[in-house]
């Protein structure tokens, strides 16, 4: 019952998140389309690749992967201990990828699924696994297709702080977006 309710709860956040959003910037045609910004200036990629920006004023492309003032700087969502429950802090960001992957058909992100090291390997397998298909679930209900996010799970075995503190499990405890050449 328990997960049923907060199933129905990221459903309906996410919805709200859909119908709030902005314009893709796809033409029906599939191909990416210059997004207008506020300013009325149209704003293009010179890789192709444009999509509007979710929470911010005009649009930003792959580049935008690099940029730190850009909400797709952002590619690690961190997790609650024994939770695959993604925050609504980090619901922004995930948005913001389904945006970018939404508008761009040929783009594809790998979830790397991690865990800390308190539980067994095959625990933290699976652990690392939930929390990755929760964000594939987010990202694919604000429109990213299912054929462009691949998923894998690391668990235990890919820490990023070797310590044995909650300060290092903290850190464990993610979601990495990868995104090929990036």
Known sequence: MKTILKTTSVFFAC?????????SGVRTGGEPAAVEDRTGAAAGAEDGVV???????G???LAELNNPASPLFKRVIYFEYDSDEVA??????????ARLLAANPGVTVTLEGHADERGSREYNIGLGDRRAQ????????????????????YGEERPVAEGHDES???LNRRVELVYPGQ
């Open 15 to 23: 919805a709200m998140l859909v119908a709030c959003g902005t314009s």
């Open 134 to 153: 929760a964000v594939r679930k987010l990202l694919e209900f604000q429109g990213a297709s299912n054929s462009q996010i691949l998923t894998v799970s």
């Open 88 to 97: 609504a802090e980090d619901r922004e960001t995930v948005a913001a990828h």
């Open 51 to 57: 999509t509007a920006g979710v929470g911010t004023v």
């Open 59 to 61: 649009s930003f492309t």
């Open 168 to 170: 290092a499990w903290r």
